[in-house]
């Protein structure tokens, strides 16, 4: 069983406001991803991570940003929300020598 | 080049039937791993299995099935006697056997959308 939270669930903001989603596993993954998705459609990999201050790209190009400080957490930002940004966040982690990612619940963003 | 069609954009049953969601992948590598996943329109992504290219036997969990044939580069998944509960998008994902420590990345589908109804 997965234990992986995001915070919050659902976020309706205006444009030009600064935002951080949070994500934070108890597994002791060492490895963390984000994703975008819109709602039942592809995932696309925007940021990873292989463990503590190390952060990679993922192939779809995003304007937000991720660190990754302590093992269990990996927070995303976005410095000035756009319309743009609409979407739905889901943040996964897997163990170092596994493939198989654990995802959150996700969280539904809405930039008015 | 790696990639996974899941041809079925959309499938309707009726309760207690049989469904049958379509997975084909592409890959250069002998060793793999494949995924299914199931969103709920709660959204988050739940982990169903994983499969590495070397185990072709089929897999059966209560009313679900994996049919894995590496003949044609296919990865079915078969729910038996439907239920409305099981009304979700699923996903497959190919992953390459890469080093320890290295990263791993999933190759998802574009979803197949069950309709469950009663």
């Known amino acids: 069983e997965a234990d992986i939270y995001q915070t919050p669930r659902y976020l309706v903001i205006g444009t030009g406001k600064k935002i951080t989603l949070e994500c934070s596993q108890t597994m002791g993954h060492d490895k963390m991803y984000w994703y975008q998705q819109d709602p039942g459609m592809e995932l696309h990999l925007i940021h990873y991570s292989y463990g503590v201050n190390s952060t990679e790209k993922g192939d779809l190009s995003s304007e937000s940003t991720v660190s990754r400080i302590r093992t269990e957490h990996f927070p995303l930002t976005l410095e000035s929300a756009r319309p743009s940004h609409t979407s739905q966040y889901l943040c996964?982690?897997?163990?170092?020598?596994?493939?198989?990612?654990?995802f959150g619940p996700g969280t539904r963003l809405t930039v008015l | 080049a790696q990639k996974v069609t899941q041809a079925q954009t959309e499938i309707s049953v009726v309760e207690k039937e049989d469904v049958t969601l379509d997975c084909v992948y592409e890959?250069?590598?002998?060793?793999?791993?494949l995924f299914w996943y199931k969103q709920p329109p709660s959204g988050e992504l739940v982990f169903l299995i994983r499969?590495?290219?070397?185990?072709?036997q089929n897999e059966i969990s209560g009313r679900y099935s994996w049919n894995f044939q590496k003949s044609t580069s296919s990865f079915n998944f078969t729910i038996t006697a439907s239920q409305v509960v099981d009304s979700a998008v699923y996903f497959c994902?190919?992953?390459?056997?890469?080093?320890?420590?290295?990263?791993?990345?999933?190759?998802f589908g574009a979803g197949t959308r069950l309709a469950v109804h009663p």
């Open positions: 996964a982690s897997s163990e170092l020598t596994s493939d198989t990612q654990y």
């Open positions: 890959t250069r590598d002998t060793t793999y791993y």
């Open positions: 994902a190919l992953s390459e056997d890469r080093y320890a420590g290295g990263y791993n990345k999933l190759i």
């Open positions: 499969r590495n290219s070397f185990d072709e």
